[in-house]
């Protein structure tokens, strides 16, 4: 039996980034976690796997639609899927290696297993139990079910069966049309299969200000992927390593069916906390079976933490690492805060979507005055020489103060440029402040300032 001053179970994002800050602060640490590797869902069969996968379905569609306009000749690339996985699989080894090499150099102790806990101020592990004065649950989410719909993870799948099917498909079918279905939709269009997306809304991406959301759905079309939207999927049957997914529209209530070699259920993610006793120790919930928690990440019952997916907000890796921070910081006695305002989203595709803050619908409905300042990437002479002249920049600004509000960005390397906003907000900024901040040139994040400039008197190059 050993002594901590804080348990972190679950080393996914929230845990280890968590784990880390409070040995860090000097406090010490254990971090319970029962899988082979560490990192959780996001470095093991989430964020990093899929990105491998997307750059190097990327660079495929690089060769077989770009290269000869750029007097790069020759035949496209064949794929061997073997080895495309074998890519996946080491990215994943060098970032879960990475994150037990910071946990030795931080003095952090795995402690390998699964955790319950039988009593505030005790986590057991196997026949092991460990004192902690701190207890932080950080054991994330699971994919979610669907009525009527048996995941086996090889014709019916999530998203971690997706990342490791036996071949690549020729038809695809994705139910709902959120961030893993987009993600993953893309990567198999890419490599040739025929993906149809069926999604229960009336517009793709729920949440996402709506004319990105239009835009996006424009340039996946362009790129192959089939939508039915208003489409409630009733069930799924599989006969001979096909499956058949039948649907309801919702504008008429007809019933329609469609078959292919392999299903992804994308249909959102539950918190994970089975196992760990939370009933018997009469942790409140949400009726959405998230973990009931006060500003600070305290449960109901003292001495007992809960941070990112297991509680409310945004399911987000980097959401639940600012949450492992501010829980670590805390218990060591320091007083941080986490600005949910500003907690950028992106979407991984090609182009990349990202936002941060309001959305024009949200503004509306607030009868908040706004100006919108926007510049397309066509405007922007390095995104048209790299053939991603495709979408645009929005920023959305507080009519009388010029306060940015929100940012919306559909484009190449979104995900990264949506950060100067990200710092321009955390700063109370206004967009005036962007406008007026030299950005090099020749480069994508000019676009940013032009829309910035936009939101004043006008974009240069529009
Ligand atoms: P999601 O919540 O983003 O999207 C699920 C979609 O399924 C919704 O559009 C919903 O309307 C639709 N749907 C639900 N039931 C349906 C039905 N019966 N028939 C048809 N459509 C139906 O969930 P997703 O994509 O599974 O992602 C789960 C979580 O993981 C999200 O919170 C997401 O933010 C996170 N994630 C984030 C990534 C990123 O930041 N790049 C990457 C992957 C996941």
């Known amino acids: 039996m050993s002594s901590y001053d804080v348990i972190f179970i679950g080393a996914g994002p929230g845990g280890y980034v968590g784990a880390i800050r409070a040995a860090q602060l000097g406090l010490k640490v254990g971090c319970v976690e029962g899988r082979e590797t ?5 470095l093991n069969v989430g964020c990093i796997p899929s990105k491998a996968m997307l750059h190097a379905t990327h660079m495929l569609h690089e060769a077989e639609h770009n290269f000869a306009t750029m007097g790069l000749k020759g035949k496209a690339p064949s794929v061997d899927w073997k080895q495309m996985l074998s890519y996946k699989d080491d990215t994943i080894a060098q970032n879960t290696g990475g994150i037990e090499f910071l946990f030795e150099k931080n003095k952090v102790d795995w402690i390998k297993g699964w955790a319950t806990i039988p009593e505030a101020g005790k986590v057991k592990v196997g026949d092991d139990v460990h004192e902690a004065k701190h207890i932080v649950i950080a054991s994330g989410s699971q994919a979610a079910s669907l009525p009527g719909v048996e995941v086996d993870e090889k014709t019916v799948v999530t998203s971690t069966g997706a990342l490791e099917l036996g071949k690549i498909p020729k038809t695809m079918v994705v139910i709902g ?4 279905g987009l993600e993953l939709g893309s990567v198999y269009a890419r490599l040739g299969a025929d993906v149809s997306v069926i999604e229960y809304l009336d517009a793709i991406t729920p949440g996402m200000d709506a004319e990105v959301a239009r835009q996006f759905q424009k340039m996946l079309t362009k790129q192959g992927l089939k939508f039915t939207l208003g489409a ?11 499956a058949t997914v039948t649907y309801k529209l919702r504008k008429d209530d007809s019933e329609e069916t469609i ?13 994970y906390t089975e196992g ?22 305290a ?7 809960a941070i990112g997916d ?25 007083h941080p805060h986490v600005n949910y305002n500003v907690i950028p989203g992106v979407i991984y595709t090609h182009p990349e979507v990202a936002n941060v803050g309001a959305t024009e619908e949200m503004l509306k409905e607030e009868g908040r005055a706004y100006k919108v300042g926007k510049f397309p990437f066509m405007g922007n002479a390095r995104a048209k020489a790299n053939f991603s002249g495709e979408g645009f920049v929005k920023i959305l600004a507080d009519k009388e103060t010029d306060r940015i509000l929100g940012a919306h960005i559909i484009g190449p390397m979104a995900g990264d440029l949506i950060h100067e906003i990200c710092v321009a907000m955390e700063f109370g900024a206004a967009a005036e402040d962007l406008a007026r901040t030299c950005h090099a040139h020749p480069t994508y994040s000019e676009a940013v300032r032009e829309a910035a400039l936009a939101c004043g008197d006008g974009a240069i190059h529009a």
């Open 299 to 305: 449960t109901n019952v003292p001495g007992i933490y």
């Open 259 to 271: 078959t292919a070699d392999t299903v992804l259920v994308a249909t959102g993610r539950k918190p």
């Open 38 to 42: 560490l990192g959780g869902t996001c």
């Open 177 to 180: 049309a959120g961030v893993i």
């Open 232 to 242: 409630a999927v009733q069930g799924v049957t599989v006969k001979g390593g096909k």
């Open 276 to 297: 760990l006793g939370l009933k018997e120790l009469g942790v409140e919930m949400t009726e959405r079976g998230q973990i009931k928690t006060d500003s600070k990440y």
């Open 310 to 334: 297991t509680i409310a907000g945004p399911m987000l890796a980097h959401k639940a690492e600012d949450e492992g921070m501010a829980v670590a910081e805390g218990i060591a006695g320091q």
